[in-house]
């Protein structure tokens, strides 16, 4: 095949993917499908054949297809520095290695972990923007190691989730830690 620019590529519908997701972000309602969002996202970058295809799919995770409402795709190196961040691009750049929720968790520390091990999901709690006057809802990211350029990094998304219904008190694991 000739090689031809991305944006070339997608005019011409010949790059299956890269301009429509096949799980896209506002089909994300569960695990599952928070999981194969970002395995999708991770394999549209790995598939790119140069830094110039690669910019291009980055900046394509920043439209509907990619982001929609608080589902949107980051990138954090293994240090805690933010590659990408597909809703608020003025956080690239910066570090986040000690972010952690009201209940101590270390967010980008259990990222990292998380990656590293091959990928998993992490559980903490963070603000969402569609409930007001409440601090800090559960949510559940996926993440997954990615090499880009020759660099490592994670690869991921978060999904806010429903609390188990229960007659039990809500307390989280971290809070129930600390008592002990």
Not at 80 to 97: V, Y
Not at 98 to 123: M, P, Y
Not at 139 to 167: C, N, Q, R, W
Request: no cysteine.
């Amino acid at each position: 095949m000739i090689r031809m620019p991305l944006f070339v590529l997608i005019a011409l519908g010949l790059l299956g993917g890269a301009e429509k997701a096949a799980a896209a972000a506002r089909d994300v309602v569960d695990r599952e499908t928070l999981k194969n969002f970002v395995l999708e996202a991770k394999g549209l970058l790995e598939s790119a054949q140069d830094e110039e295809e690669r910019d291009a799919i980055l900046e394509s995770f920043r439209t509907d297809e990619w982001q929609h409402g608080p589902i949107y795709i980051f990138i954090t190196d293994y240090n805690g520095t933010s590659l990408f961040h597909g809703a608020i691009p003025e956080r690239e750049g910066t570090n986040n290695i000690d972010l952690e929720d009201s209940n101590g968790v270390k967010i980008t520390r259990q990222n990292i972990a998380a990656a590293q091990a091959g990928g998993s999901f992490v559980e903490y709690l963070w603000d969402n923007p569609a409930i007001e006057g409440e601090d800090e809802s559960p949510k559940v990211s996926y993440v997954a190691p990615i090499e880009i350029a020759g660099a490592s990094y994670y690869i991921g998304a978060g999904l806010y989730i429903d609390p188990a219904p229960t007659s039990v008190a809500p307390i989280s694991w971290g809070r129930l830690k600390a008592r002990l």
